[in-house]
């Protein structure tokens, strides 16, 4: 089954309340109505951990940030609004486990593990822009705890190299095709990528972490066995905060879930076989041999006293031979499917 995550990341705008409304989003009951069928919800939920002293040069951090998105002046006090400490990630960590979700922590410094000392996330999540931070990968890989990686902004020498430094720990990676494009046009999308890494990686996981508009991409990438999706999620697209707009607001999020949930029951097994279920469309709707005019009885029917019409519970043109040169036992009405008990 795949395993689906919301990425909230930093949609709580800086509020733990907000981000707990996330998360109630995330594993809101998925049911499909038509069938009556209740779904699996999303699997886990992803914040973002910073630590700004270890990430930003103080050009950075000084610089006007004038965007209509700004929670503050300069980008260093932009994006301390955004932060929440060690405590709140905990609070939030105990409400999704409270929930029955994973806690995925995407670490962006080496100074964010102090998360430690409270819980111990489900998975780490490394950003694409980190790949190439390998004291970070590293630090995170000692921890023993399972990884999860984009390659969004990284070629095959650059995962190469962050393989290699997280095996030396342990080796539960999964690797997410990613597009670091916010949000990506479709036509850089390169889903065949998925194929690739299920090729050349394929002692790891292999998913897809979206930044497309809509669900269809999601989709086709679980069509491509893509066993992880994950996507950005808010309760309100139209919030201040520069993911909100490229996230799924909540009919987004039920439609994607949904639809994941119900092509993973389509895939089914690699045969050619009727379905039991279709046994009563086909004897309904199929063609059988019938009579394009009276046959009387004692009379030898020909090729051209017959025709096909549905019901399909009689026998089928391939089976001709059993009906043209036999013998109508009993008078047979035009427009009538021809049974066995109706000829010799």
């Known amino acids: ?50 630590d700004l002293s270890q990430e930003l040069s103080k050009t950075q951090m000084d610089a006007p940030y004038t965007s209509q998105h700004s929670f503050g002046t300069t980008y260093g006090a932009h994006r301390e609004v955004l932060e929440l400490n060690d405590e709140e990630h905990f ?22 593990l102090s998360i430690f000392k409270l819980f111990s996330p489900d998975f780490l999540k490394v950003a694409s822009r980190d790949l190439t931070n390998l004291p970070l990968l590293a630090a995170m890989a000692e921890t ?30 999964s690797i997410l095709h990613c597009v670091s494009q916010y949000p990506t046009r479709p036509e850089n999308v390169n889903l065949n990528t998925i194929k690739y890494l299920q090729k050349h990686y394929s002692d790891y996981k292999i998913g897809y972490s979206d930044h497309t508009i809509g669900i269809s991409t999601p989709l086709a990438a679980v069509a491509m066995g893509a066993e992880i999706i994950e996507k950005h999620i ?28 119900l ?17 009563q469309a086909k004897h309904k709707l199929e063609r059988s041999i019938a009579s394009n005019k009276l046959i ?20 089928k043109w391939s089976q001709q031979g059993l009906v043209i040169g036999k013998t109508a036992l009993v ?14």
């Open 1 to 50: 089954m795949t395993y689906i995550i919301g990425e909230i990341g930093q949609n709580h705008n800086g509020s733990v309340d907000l981000a707990k409304l996330t998360i109630d989003l995330a594993c809101r009951p998925i049911e499909e109505d038509l069938f009556q069928m209740e779904l699996k919800p999303m699997d886990a939920v992803k914040l973002t951990k910073r």
């Open 91 to 112: 609070e939030i960590y105990k409400y999704a486990k409270n929930k029955g979700l994973d806690f995925v922590e995407t670490l962006c410094a080496v100074g964010c």
């Open 144 to 173: 023993k705890v399972p990884i999860i990686i984009s390659t969004g902004m990284a070629d095959k020498a650059q995962l190469d190299d962050a393989l290699d430094t997280i095996t030396k720990y342990h080796s539960n990676i």
């Open 234 to 261: 808010t309760i309100d697209r139209r919030m201040k905060g520069t993911d909100q707009a490229g996230s799924l607001g909540p009919d987004g999020v039920n439609r994607m879930v949904r639809d994941i949930r």
């Open 263 to 279: 092509l993973e029951k389509s895939f089914g097994v690699e045969d050619i076989f009727m379905e039991p279920s279709v046994v």
């Open 296 to 315: 009387t009885k004692g009379s030898v029917i020909s090729e051209n006293d017959i025709h096909l019409l549905s019901p399909g519970d009689g026998f």
């Open 331 to 344: 008078d047979i009405n035009e427009n009538e499917v021809i049974y066995q008990q109706d000829i010799s």
